[in-house]
């Protein structure tokens, strides 16, 4: 692992922050330079956020040495560019079409892109991606479920990377609490090249709290938590988030919700003969190739329901994306859509 990660990684000497030196009990905290006066905001929040890791480790059944927290998923994927890529040397793969950020992230680091598309059935391609890989391929990022294709990767294909990809092999899995197919942690004890994200962001309903997940080896957790801004998870987001783990049901529900609707949406949409092709999805979204994918863009927007139009995007030629909204919000798509 450590002929992976950068040199000047390697020998950093992380911040040393008040809340990070002494860990133990005690009554007064005169050590950080906080306003004394309790707003029920005055103490920096725990920088490595155990309650919640506690709460989360035992839903996900991956220890708390395996957890990182950071301010959305997309705080992991700039922070692993920066552990392992050095800028004009280094670069990462990617899979288009795929997740935007990736290549923004590298970019901002100054750290290339190699791109091998996708197969037309949106699996990755494994010979062509290891042929293009070498000893400056970095990070290999792997999205599944799949955005903005909707489909999950087959598992066999994502262990051949693990077993022959000489970088690290990143599952960005976003939307794995809508998929019928198992999460990547499960490999985690058996890959220590392996590096699996999730987010509160999509299932848990938490966008706004900005909070997301890496689940990797102690080595790789140890990197992160070296690399990050020392109180990166700010206390109203651990509270938030502590509270929908600790109402575990609650997003169950709505994820079973999801799904009902899913299903009904893909049957109703298939109907509509402008809709030339329907991609099965084991994400919160569908996407459907149109005839005319601007102008229907165009008329969902004049009745103020915008959904994204990825029509110009790699393999996705004439595609609209569609989150499943509620019951109420997915029966307005339809009814516009039947004025189209
Ligand atoms: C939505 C999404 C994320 C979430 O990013 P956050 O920064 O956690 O909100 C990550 N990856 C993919 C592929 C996504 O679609």
């Keep these: 692992m450590q002929h992976l990660v950068r040199k000047n990684i390697l020998e950093l000497a992380p911040y040393a922050s008040a809340r990070h030196e002494f860990e133990g009990e005690a009554d007064v905290f005169l050590d950080a330079n906080e306003n004394p006066f309790d707003t029920g905001f005055n103490r920096y929040p725990d920088p490595l956020q155990h309650e919640v890791k506690t709460v989360l ?5 991956v220890p708390i040495e395996n957890i990182f927290l950071g301010n959305g998923s997309d705080e992991a994927i700039d922070l692993l560019i920066r552990i392992f890529c050095e800028p004009r040397k280094d670069h990462i793969l990617i899979l288009p079409p795929t997740y935007g950020m990736y290549k923004v992230s590298a970019s901002i680091s100054d750290v290339a892109i190699k791109a091998v598309p996708l197969t037309p059935d949106f699996q990755p391609d494994v010979a062509a991606t290891l042929a293009a890989s070498d000893a400056h391929s970095k990070l290999l990022f792997l999205c599944t479920p799949n955005n903005p294709t909707g489909n999950s990767f087959e598992r066999g294909r994502v262990e051949e990377f693990l077993q022959q990809f000489k970088g690290i092999v990143v599952a960005d899995e976003a939307y794995i609490d809508f998929s019928s197919q198992k999460s990547c942690t499960e490999l985690l004890a058996q890959y220590t090249n392996l590096v699996v994200l999730q987010t509160f962001s999509k299932a848990w309903g938490l966008a706004g709290i900005r909070l997301g997940i ?4 102690q080595e790789i957790i140890g990197y992160f938590n070296k690399v990050k801004p020392p109180y990166n998870v700010n206390v109203l987001t651990q509270k938030a988030a502590l509270e929908a783990l600790q109402n575990h049901e609650v997003q169950q529900k709505q994820v079973q919700d999801i ?15 402008f809709v030339q092709h329907l991609y099965p999805s084991d994400a919160n979204f569908l996407l459907v190739k149109i005839e005319d994918p601007n102008a229907l863009y165009r008329h969902l927007v004049s009745q103020k329901i915008i959904v994204r139009n990825r029509s110009t995007v790699l393999l996705c030629d004439g595609c609209l994306r569609i989150t499943i909204g509620t019951k109420a919000e997915n029966a307005r798509l339809l009814k516009v859509l039947k004025t189209y």
């Design 214 to 217: 890496a689940y990797a080896s």
């Design 57 to 61: 480790s035992s839903i996900k059944n």
């Design 259 to 273: 799904l009902e609707e899913r299903k009904k949406l893909a049957t109703a949409l298939s109907d509509f003969p």
